[in-house]
């Protein structure tokens, strides 16, 4: 198991933007691994938690890993293709950010997304609600905004 400390808000890989994953090799079968296996120490830890980000963990590479009780996946080189107009208004979780929450945080209620797994299959996935405020979320850590 190979669970990684996760970088506070202020770390300077935090602020930068990552690198696209050229090829899925062993480097980046090793931070998927990494990815979810701190993700599910924190889930078991605390409730609310159902992403985490490469950079979050100390790994400055375009990767999000999501879990929930129904389903886990990965997102490499997530790409927000389209967005809906509609807002909404949220409190997000964050193990990253030092007072755990950030509230009133402005986020589409759909998007679309283009990526690719861990085998590098190619997808165009449309996510609503909480799963896209998540994956909104995750992408500002990808893009060194938090």
Same mark, same amino acid.
């Given at each position: 198991?190979?669970?990684?400390?996760?970088?506070?808000?202020?770390?300077?890989?935090?602020?930068?933007?990552?690198?696209?994953?050229?090829?899925?090799?062993?480097?980046?079968?090793?931070?998927?691994?990494?990815?979810?296996?701190?993700? *599910?120490?924190?889930?078991?830890?605390?409730?609310?938690?159902?992403?985490?980000?490469?950079?979050?963990?100390?790994?400055?590479?375009?990767?999000?890993?999501?879990?929930?009780?129904?389903?886990?996946?990965?997102?490499?080189?997530?790409?927000?293709?389209?967005?809906?107009?509609?807002?909404?208004? *949220? *409190?997000?979780?964050?193990?990253?950010?030092?007072?755990?929450?950030?509230?009133?945080?402005?986020?589409?209620?759909?998007?679309?997304v283009e990526y690719c797994d861990e085998h590098g299959n190619e997808f165009i996935e449309?996510?609503?609600?909480?799963?896209?405020? *998540?994956?909104?979320?995750?992408?500002?850590?990808?893009?060194?905004?938090?």
């Amino acid at each position: 198991m190979a669970v990684r400390q996760v970088l506070k808000q202020g770390h300077m890989l935090l602020k930068e933007k990552c690198s696209e994953v050229d090829r899925v090799d062993s480097s980046v079968e090793l931070v998927i691994e990494d990815l979810r296996d701190t993700l *599910t120490l924190f889930q078991k830890e605390r409730k609310g938690d159902f992403a985490i980000s490469a950079p979050q963990i100390g790994y400055p590479f375009r990767i999000i890993y999501y879990q929930d009780p129904l389903r886990s996946f990965v997102l490499i080189n997530p790409k927000i293709i389209w967005k809906s107009d509609d807002m909404v208004e *949220t *409190t997000e979780i964050c193990c990253t950010c030092n007072s755990g929450n950030k509230k009133g945080v402005k986020r589409h209620k759909l998007i679309r997304v283009e990526y690719c797994d861990e085998h590098g299959n190619e997808f165009i996935e449309k996510f609503i609600n909480e799963l896209a405020f *998540t994956l909104q979320h995750k992408m500002e850590h990808l893009n060194g905004k938090i």
